[in-house]
């Protein structure tokens, strides 16, 4: 996003004003445009409002924006000679749409984190930049020639990636799997969009758990989807209240995260997994299975082992991903599943976008195949368990007697709940006030009083002063 | 896509029998599924009939898989003491789902390309892999260090690219545009798909040229849109045209590909592309303007500009890629379009797939702004240019008088019609049989006889023997 330059020698309104003029006359801020709020303007871009106010001022007097009280401040109308015209009424256009908006609570997280305020980050579910094998990936790219067809590929998937993940996926999660039944996707969010797209029917229900990440997506309520909840308690999803959604709902699939689940940390133990598999197969519909952070376990003797890996049948769904394990940046996902399902699911990607690139297909095969997994997986787990420690003695030093959390065995969050009645959206907003982002848990379908923490994602030194800002926020929230 | 070793000991039946047995215990393919027919199975391995003959007698004495008359070869549904379980009715699924599957006929074309026949192939619209930028971006990778966030990028896209896309698009397309309104997309297949899934609602009227590119795409009938076409003649779309379709159904949007339009090669000369903005300003509706070919003109001097180069009120969303001037394989496109657009686009994609890969938007800032971009650029036209009269002059010698065509000035395609009456499916059929791909024009939505010759995509010198064996399928299919 555009910034003023502070070394420059014109002044910064000047800056502004010439850069909202060159948007206005390129057409990206057509006549009519409402423009941010003088405050808001002046957040985004990191200024004091008197400089925006001052900027503003300029355009309105060359004619160029036109601002009217009550209405905000917005690009003239008539400023081109437009009389006849009409340029199009654009927000009719970006309001309409069968696919929905993010959550606004996402957006002004995200937002807050675009502009690169310098807040502490426990907010975004994802590896810290240090915790990807940085220096693995540059040496792959910089170590062999890259001799691959540049053209379109198999919408299938990169055909030694499939390779390589057929024998990781075995020695690594227990899933015997032949390559042609892999499809290689853009990380677990495209494998979730292509299976409501085009194998569930607007007005079919599904459950999921409750709280789950799904909560979070509107892409189920985009597919018209109906979304019943399952209760999570230490041992996961109860089967029998699967099988009371189905009798009520007829729900037609269901989608867990049996280990280290998304927000709560819970694994469900092997037996309830065989249970859940049954259940699903004696019911006939599929479990669709998330699967991202089954490598994260912090006790390296026990990597619980994904519901996929006893399933022959084909009941279940596999989603997994490189994100939460290497890097979310080489966008690189997949998914496990009948021969029918696979080549459903690559003919419709294969619609919206042709297809992955080759090079992060051609990265992420090497990378499997390296020598250099194993070490990487090991630093990995080393460095999530001690953020994990950090944060749990620092939550412990903060707020003793405040709030309550299991430690979690695994994943990159910790679940956190607040013992006394709290209004979770307030809680963030006097977070962001104090310089700590976090997700309430109300975002993930929870009642209010839970807050997602994730540990992963900022810089180990910074998590103490983090948790630190978190106490003052909850305290002042609280009014203690 | 797994076949037979040769090279093994163990018999080919045996390997194929092998393979089956294990992707049916992996419940790849689960109880229940139908198999391919034992000439289909054959063609797409490459072996006799008479071997999969053999591998599914092997599987059907051992119980795995069971045939009935009439009802084609299934695997078995008692195998695996499943009396009381129903595994998920996977055809009920896949045939279900909003998002239409390919054109059977695409499928075909593609299924033929997958399986490597060696068929000449003037079906895939896109560059042979020898006229890819293959050495420069091979430097790039090979000779600086790759120092990015691996983490979750800006949905909006990397913002390298994005300011280098600004200044290449400015330079060679005459579009200013700042790099805060430019979205990075998966290819323009992607954009297509974001402008329909979140700028239209089902049932709203759209415009496409008639022929056009756009009827292969089952994407709009998936978003529920009604379609009319544009007659396209030698000067592109008539703006009459459009303001008359406006009158009668109320279109919302109108897609265009003003130069060197897929299929017809057409380019629209620089009044008419003003009168259309003018004539969809006018009724305040928006123009997408599909700009993929807009670098491949032949005529060195005169690279026509896009519409976007002339739209200071935003009425038009430019859509552009890398796929037919670079490498389709690096799959980045691009969208500039206004402030509001942008959003509500980035905010969608962000849930569809979260975003690109960091790794071809570092190869592709690079590339663009690297010294190699030009003298690539030359050396593709000049290889059209090759290419394209190589396989004019075959079309010449072979086939003068049976068909008309204009010799196309850009872009990677040459239309052709046949001037008898003839089947364009009947004739791909013989086409198949004689060895050659090519597109029926009616996938383009045109008039039967018509046919869609990519002449960047074969080997020069595969180009006129694919043309002999085209002139071999007409004769066949006209009874000459």
Same sequence: chains 1, 2.
Avoid at 245 to 271: A, S, W
Avoid at 340 to 356: H, T, W
Wanted: some cysteine.
């Amino acid at each position: 996003m555009w910034r003023p330059d502070r070394d420059s020698k014109t002044p910064l309104y000047r800056q502004i004003a010439d850069y909202m003029e060159q948007r206005i006359s390129f057409g990206e801020l057509p006549p009519g445009s409402i423009l941010p709020s003088e405050r808001k303007l002046a957040e985004q871009l990191g200024v004091n409002r008197s400089t925006v106010v001052q900027a503003y001022d300029d355009l309105r007097a060359s004619g160029m924006i036109e601002s009217a009280t009550g209405s905000g401040t917005r690009v003239s109308q008539h400023k081109w000679g437009m009389a006849q015209k009409h340029p199009p009424n654009w927000s009719r256009y970006v309001e309409g749409g069968t696919f929905l908006p993010n959550l606004p609570l996402m957006r002004r997280i995200r937002e807050s984190i675009r502009r690169g305020d310098p807040a502490v980050n426990f907010a975004s579910g994802e590896l810290a930049p240090e915790l990807s094998p940085n220096e693995a990936i540059r040496g792959l790219m910089a170590g062999r020639p890259f001799r691959e067809q540049m053209g379109y590929g198999d919408p299938q998937g990169y055909g030694k990636l499939r390779i390589a993940l057929a024998s990781f996926l075995r020695e690594h999660r227990g899933i015997r799997a032949t390559d042609d039944s892999i499809l290689v996707t853009s990380g677990s969010q495209q494998s979730l969009y292509l299976i409501t797209q085009c194998l569930l029917s607007p007005g079919d229900a599904i459950a999921i758990e409750n709280p789950s990440y799904c909560y979070s997506l509107p892409m189920f309520q985009s597919a018209g989807l109906r979304l019943f909840g399952l209760p999570v308690d230490k041992r996961g999803v109860d089967p029998e209240h699967i099988q009371s959604l189905y009798q009520k709902h007829r729900i037609r699939m269901v989608f867990l995260n049996p280990i280290f689940q998304n927000p709560t940390g819970t694994v469900v133990d092997e037996e309830r997994k065989k249970e859940l598999v049954a259940c699903c197969e004696r019911l006939g519909i599929p479990i669709v299975e998330d699967d991202p952070f089954g490598l994260t376990s912090l006790n390296e003797d026990r990597q619980p082992l994904p519901m996929k890996a006893a399933d022959p049948n084909g009941t279940v769904l596999y989603v997994g991903s490189l994100s939460k394990i290497a890097a979310s940046g080489l966008r690189i996902g997949w998914i496990v599943a009948p021969q029918s399902v696979i080549n459903r699911l690559a003919d419709a990607r294969e619609q919206m976008d042709f297809g992955l690139s080759v090079f992060p297909q051609w990265i992420a095969a090497h990378f499997l195949e390296s020598r250099d997994l194993r070490p990487h997986l090991m630093r990995l787990r080393a460095a999530l368990r001690s953020r994990r420690d950090v944060m749990a003695e620092a939550l412990r030093r903060e707020l003793s007697g405040e709030i309550a959390f299991d430690l979690p065995e695994g994943g990159l969050n910790l679940w956190c709940k607040v013992r006394r009645p709290v209004h979770d959206f307030a809680l963030l907003e006097n977070g962001i006030k104090k310089g700590v982002l976090f997700v309430p848990g109300s975002v993930y379908g929870s009642e209010s009083g839970f807050v997602r923490l994730t540990y992963a994602r900022p810089r180990t030194e910074d998590i103490e002063p983090g948790i630190a800002k978190f106490a003052e926020a909850l305290r002042l929230t609280l009014g203690t």
